[in-house]
Each structure stands twice: as structure tokens, then as C-alpha cells.
């Protein structure tokens, strides 16, 4: 099969952008198919580091085409913001590809996102605010306006005029206000299209005919299998499904074509924004994994929340997922501790479980169980094999292997490319 799909396995921030960087390298095609911009990437290669929100990883290679498929919201704005920035340090741009079936974040998604926010005062979601939720909200109750409309402007101005009056009222008589203008928003994304309309196009031809040829097809995942609105820590989740069975939705061709699943996990766990979180460390070791891992977010510069890696959440995850495989990051980062902990079990009301519960409420009561493992105190950025590890680093690497009974294909040991084991070709 051709088809490989890289997800997240925890809260998102796993280092996606990494995996999915060095594997666009051998690919033809590389598809994001989930998120919008509340979901960043940041890639380390020879050509620079980069934080990417929107643009798929592969843009970095000039023989991959890059597609921005129809599971997306994309703020338009945003979007050219980051195609300019590439633009400026020589990125060819000319291989992005956008579906016009893609939602848009609109003027009042972002509002709207804002304002309900802050409606819930204390019990906010935790939200990066930027118009993502509204924006699949709209696709959902076919409110939603595509990338496609924007090439047809007046069918573009009859939609926005009976949607935009609908969502002032909301604005004025639900929050108080200030309602939008429909003469600006429609001038600002007619500009937006004329921008954008030589990349977008119908990229489900191009994706099928591309796997008729038997081409490499990469699917980006964003965020993190935790967030998914179904299966995460509902209802502080995404807004649209980041498992590996929403790439062929998210994209537009048949599961049957996905043949492997590369699922990330961090070494040890990071969240950020609100919800339950069974292994945080509210103290110095959290912190210091913090500052280790620079645990900042992409998007938002929020500190993460950090703990140790917790394989009840991860089993579930790796299942839900399908994953063939496993990309272990970050396990330099733990480089410095006497003493790691896994969490292997949660304590709740007495008694022991291994699963993960669907109620936020009841993973708020779970205790973890952990059990401990010897650390390695040595650094592990330099080394290249998987044998040169120390052994307390393979039997950490083994032990989470055997927890997730799947095998580890790659293990990151630093953000440049070349800090990075590779036990077994993916691509």
C-alpha cells in the first residue's frame, strides 16, 4: 500500500511536524487532511526551522505536491500570511494545492469564538480562539462557506448576505456586540480568492490519480487522538476528528487505501488548555520538563502542561488508531532524570482499571498507577543506532513497546532531522 498516515497519539505537540518532515522527503504527495490553524507544526531542516500552521510539511521538497484536503478550515487570511512568510525565505509555492470543498474561517467564527468563550467564564474549554469550533459547527449545519465559493463571487455575495444577517443577530442580541459588515467582509475574501484561486481546485482527482500510479501518499495529522470529539476528553476536544480513520474522509478516497498508521507519542505526556490530565506534575519534575522541552505551543506560546507518559491513554489511543507503528519522540528530553515513571494504571474509587474512560468526569477522579523505571543520565542527542542507546533507554523505548503492543519505527532524540533513529523504513 502507498498510503501512510502519520497521527498523534496523546493531547497533540507529539512532534508530528518532525516525522512527517523527514517522511514527505520520500513521498510524491503529502495531505493534510484535519485542523485548521489552532494546530501547528514546527519543522527543523536543512533549509531552516519553520512553524508551519496551515501549508502541508512536504512544501519543502520541490517534487511534492501538497494538498490542503476538504477536512480542513482555513482562514484565508492566515493562510496567505504563511504562504507569504515561505515565499520570502524561497519556498515554491506552486505545488499547494487547496480542496474547494474546505470550509473557510469566516470574520464571525473567530467573533463568535471569542465571545462564547468568555460567556462560560470559568468553565471555558480552552479554546486557541481561533473560529475553528464555529467554523465546523457551520459545516455541519450546512452553514459553511468553501474555498470553491470564493471563485464564484456572486453566488459568494447571496450566501454571505443570508448568513452574515443570521450571525449579526446573534452577535448584537445573544453577546451585545458590534454587528459585521457584509460590504467588508465580502470585499476582504473576494481579495482573499483572487489570491488563492490558482491553488484551489478539485484535489480528489489529483489524489486518486496519484494513487493509480502507485505514487508515496503522506496524510498529515494534526493535533492529537485525546482531542478527538469523539474518543478525547470530550468536551475539551478539536472540532474535527485528528484519527487516522478521518485521512480518508478528510482527503476524499477509500480506508481500504491507508496501509500503515504511524502514531506519535512524545515520551513522556504534554497538554495544553483545559481538561482532565491523569499524569500532570503541578511541580519542579513538570517544570523541568517544561523548560527541557521548551513546552510551548506553536500556535499559541501557552505553557503545556507536562507529566509522565501515560500508556493507559496511549494504549487506547495506538487502538482507535489502528497504528502499525510507533514514532517515540522527544526521549532525549528525559535525558537527565535518576528515576522515569509510567503510568500503567488508573486507581478509581478503589479499585484498579486499564482502560480510559469516556466521562471527563470520571478521568478527573482517576489516580495514576505508575510504575518506575530506571533513568540514564547520559545524553542520547548524539547517538544514531538504537543498540548505542544505553541500556535503561532501550528498556524504557522496550517497556512502552510492550505496553502498547506495537513496535517503535522511529525515536527522535533532538528537533534537527539528524537526531533521529530509524529502526525500520516507513516510506
Not at 125 to 140: E, H, L, Q, V
Not at 205 to 229: K, N, S, T
Not at 234 to 260: C, H, V
Amino acid at each position: 500500500m502507498s498510503v501512510v498516515a502519520v497521527v498523534g497519539g496523546q493531547w497533540g505537540d507529539e512532534g508530528k511536524g518532525k516525522i512527517v518532515d523527514m517522511l514527505a522527503e520520500k513521498s510524491n504527495m503529502v495531505v493534510r487532511f484535519s485542523g485548521g490553524d489552532n494546530a501547528g507544526h514546527t519543522v527543523v531542516n536543512p533549509l531552516g526551522q519553520f512553524a508551519l500552521k496551515l501549508v502541508p510539511s512536504g512544501i519543502f521538497y520541490p517534487r511534492v505536491a501538497c494538498i490542503m484536503g476538504n477536512g480542513m478550515a482555513i482562514n484565508p487570511a492566515v493562510l496567505l500570511e504563511e504562504m507569504d512568510s515561505l515565499k520570502q525565505r524561497g519556498i515554491d509555492l506552486s505545488r499547494l494545492y487547496i480542496s474547494d470543498r474546505a470550509n473557510l474561517i469566516m470574520p464571525y467564527h473567530t467573533l463568535l469564538d471569542g465571545l462564547e468563550e468568555e460567556s462560560r467564564g470559568g468553565k471555558a474549554i480552552g479554546t486557541t480562539r481561533k473560529g475553528i469550533g464555529p467554523a465546523f459547527s457551520d459545516k455541519i449545519a450546512r452553514l459553511g462557506i468553501r474555498a470553491g465559493d470564493l471563485l464564484d463571487k456572486d453566488g459568494f455575495h447571496e450566501r454571505l448576505s443570508r448568513l452574515l444577517e443570521y450571525k449579526n443577530a446573534i452577535i448584537t442580541k445573544v453577546f451585545g456586540a458590534e454587528p459585521l459588515s457584509l460590504d467588508e467582509v465580502f470585499q476582504q475574501y473576494c481579495e482573499y480568492g483572487e489570491r488563492l484561486a490558482q491553488h484551489i481546485c478539485e484535489t480528489t482527482v489529483m489524489i486518486a490519480d496519484a494513487l493509480e500510479r502507485g505514487d508515496r501518499v503522506l496524510m498529515e495529522g494534526a493535533q492529537g487522538a485525546l482531542l478527538d470529539p469523539d474518543f478525547g476528553t470530550y468536551p475539551f476536544a478539536t472540532s474535527s476528528s485528528p484519527l487516522a480513520g478521518e485521512a480518508s474522509i478528510g482527503a476524499g478516497f477509500g480506508p481500504t487505501r491507508i496501509g500503515s498508521v504511524i502514531g506519535v507519542f512524545k515520551a513522556y505526556c504534554s497538554r495544553v488548555g483545559a481538561g482532565p490530565f491523569p499524569t500532570e506534575l503541578d511541580d519542579e519534575t513538570g517544570e523541568l520538563i517544561r523548560e527541557r522541552g521548551h513546552e510551548y505551543g506553536t500556535v499559541t506560546g501557552r505553557p503545556r502542561r507536562c507529566g509522565w507518559f501515560d500508556a493507559v491513554a496511549a494504549r487506547f489511543t495506538r487502538r482507535v488508531n489502528g497504528c502499525t507503528g510507533l514514532a517515540i519522540t522527544r526521549l532525549d528530553i528525559l535525558d537527565t532524570f535518576p528515576r522515569l515513571k509510567i503510568c500503567t494504571g488508573y486507581e478509581l474509587d478503589g479499585q484498579i482499571i486499564d482502560n480510559f474512560p469516556a466521562s471527563v468526569a470520571t478521568l478527573a477522579r482517576c489516580q495514576p498507577v505508575y510504575e518506575e523505571l530506571p533513568g540514564w543520565q547520559v545524553s542520547t542527542s548524539d547517538i544514531r543506532q538504537f543498540e548505542q542507546l544505553p541500556r535503561e533507554a532501550r528498556q524504557y523505548v522496550a517497556r512502552l513497546e510492550e505496553l502498547l503492543s506495537c513496535p517503535a519505527d522511529i525515536i527522535s532524540v533532538g528537533s534537527a532531522r539528524e537526531q533521529t533513529i530509524v529502526r525500520r523504513d516507513i516510506m
